[in-house]
């Protein structure tokens, strides 16, 4: 018995043996039910604005991409979806966004002041990079979390795919601590499988989850966009094609999983980009492998399209209620329960890199 090491870690990710990593998502799934149990948290999700000022390679709602639809929903609309998840049962509600400066220090505090007046519910901010004064006082006004994936580890990389980052302005790795002394819990990932993210960079990130010490850990693969740089066939850099992540529902199980291993506590969900690609099996196989989070849709039907951070996410337009239902039958099927309360991480005492070997 011993750590997952560096070395450890890529040989999952190149592992193509069923049986072997078999024994893999089974140890997962049973530190996810040792550490969080069967309950899976259900964050509604609510996405506020699909206004962008960033040049991200990688997503539809980049600045530059004059196709994308805008809109913004307002206050009222958004404290709408917030007393709707509470009455649907979900503990909280995810408010994501691009990068909108409209939604300013102001006019945020407010909206998470009438939320927690009104609700109950926990709330959770995905509104990218902004200023720790903005993120200080939405944490005065009652946010409980931010989730702010750091994408890649590898400094070179991260600055190819946020071409707009200025090099004076901290990647999202040196902002992950500033949230944490807010008193924030920190949710961050990575998209897996994106041009040029090699196994070497994929298994350092999964290390640097396990450094974090992240509350949450949100993974799933890389989808490409037409009207984006990656959908144009731009390429970050070089690198031999065996060395290539590949973007499927097996490799983005495998994160999970490792995710999971490295960090038995964690909040991890079976992603939205899994089920985009998966469908309904991608996401029951994400909750197999160690995930305990599902985040349902809880954007209005009608902007829900709009919201086009890649093609095919939000091609479900069913209500909030139908989606509940389907959503409850699934996890039944699965010997799962949906999880009550705000569902805050609870720390357990476990090591932060436990012991595992395979099986076979
Ligand atoms: N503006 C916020 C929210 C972005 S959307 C922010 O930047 O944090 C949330 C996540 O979706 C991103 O962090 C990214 O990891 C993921 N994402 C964006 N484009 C994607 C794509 N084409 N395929 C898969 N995931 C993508």
Redesign the pocket.
Known sequence: MHSLNRQEIIDWLKNENSRELDDLFFAADATRRKHVGDEVHLRGLVEISSY?R?A?T???LHAGNKKAIRYRMNSEQILKCAIQAERLGYGSVVL????DPQFDMKSMEQLIRSIKRETTCAITL????RSPEEWARWRDAGADRY???F?TSDPFLFQAIHPDALSNIPSRVDQLPVLRQLGYQVGS???IGFPGQTFETLADDLLLFQALDLDMI?V??????PE?A?GTGWVPREIDPTNQVESSVDMACKVIALARLLRPDAHIPSTT?LATLGGVDGRIRGLKSGANVIMPNLTPTDLRGDYA??PGKNVSFETAQVCRMELFDMLKSIGRVPGKGPGHRKRSQAPTNPSFTPKT
């Open positions: 962008c960033s991200c990688y997503c539809g994501q966004s691009g990068e995905s509104l990218g990079e989730l702010l994936r994408e990932g990575v998209m949100g799933g693969p890389f989808l490409i966009h984006t990656f980009a951070i890649y």
